[in-house]
């Protein structure tokens, strides 16, 4: 079974911090992503890699930058969390092949105060 | 831009079929997707339907899809308390990357 793991279920941070959110999937996919769902707007593309080191930019990238070192893990960062930031943050992983099927993490809920 | 529709609520009794609809605007997708989000979990892949094909069957899941109206549909037959979720369809992108666009998700509830 593939698996996506995040590294926080729950997390509660003050407006201003740096914020790391983690994401690590064991099937050696090429392709990761990072979204934020909020009600009624369903699930946003904020960044996505397609390999190591290689990213680029979703529908709403501000305020976030990602970075991928190994092909395993895919770090989300807000550089200085904002209460507009507080959602629920989804990792998700995909192979290059077939019919694409993306395979998501639990997700993190994330509140900025 | 790119925009996926959907209903945001969808209430059923118990044994009864549910559809749930969805406008897409990529006539080139190539895939169309349906996902489940249970709560507090992430979203797992229900279903898809290849763009060249008008009805896909797995069990008690209907997936119907209209080309010309960019209209897909998930039909759950006999609906159990336990399909009460957020239902999201999404479609592939062009311009490759593997990406999809989702749609704003329809919360389906499920009353005895």
């Known amino acids: 079974d593939v698996k996506v793991t995040q590294s926080s279920r729950y997390l509660v941070k003050r407006t201003g911090e740096k914020v790391f959110l983690e994401c690590v999937q064991d099937?050696?996919?090429?392709?990761m992503f990072w979204y934020r769902q909020d009600p009624g707007l369903g699930l946003r593309l904020i960044y996505f890699?397609?390999?190591?080191?290689?990213?680029e930019k979703g529908d709403i990238p501000e305020g976030y930058s990602v970075s991928r070192e190994k092909k395993e893990r895919f770090s989300l960062i807000l550089e200085s969390a904002s209460t507009n930031q507080t959602s629920m943050y989804l990792c998700?992983?995909?192979?290059?092949?077939?019919?694409?099927?993306?395979?998501f993490g639990p997700g993190t809920r994330l509140t900025v105060t | 831009g790119e925009d996926v529709e959907q209903s945001l609520f969808l209430s059923v009794r118990e044994g009864d079929s549910s559809v749930i609809n969805c406008t897409y605007t990529?006539?080139?997708?190539?895939?169309l997707y349906w996902y489940k989000q249970e709560p507090g979990a992430g979203l797992q892949l229900l279903t898809y339907?290849?763009?060249?094909?008008d009805m896909k069957q797995d069990q008690r899941l209907t997936v119907l899809l209209n080309k010309k109206d960019k209209h897909l549909s998930l039909r759950i037959a006999d609906t159990q308390t336990g399909d009460s979720a957020i239902y999201f369809c999404?479609?592939?992108?062009?311009?490759?990357?593997?990406?999809?666009?989702f749609g704003t998700g329809t919360q389906l509830k499920v009353e005895l």
């Open positions: 998700a992983s995909t192979t290059t092949v077939g019919a694409y099927e993306q395979y």
């Open positions: 099937m050696d996919h090429e392709n």
């Open positions: 890699s397609y390999d190591v080191k290689m990213k």
């Open positions: 990529d006539s080139s997708s190539t895939y």
């Open positions: 339907i290849f763009s060249n094909m």
């Open positions: 999404a479609e592939s992108r062009t311009g490759g990357g593997n990406k999809l666009t």
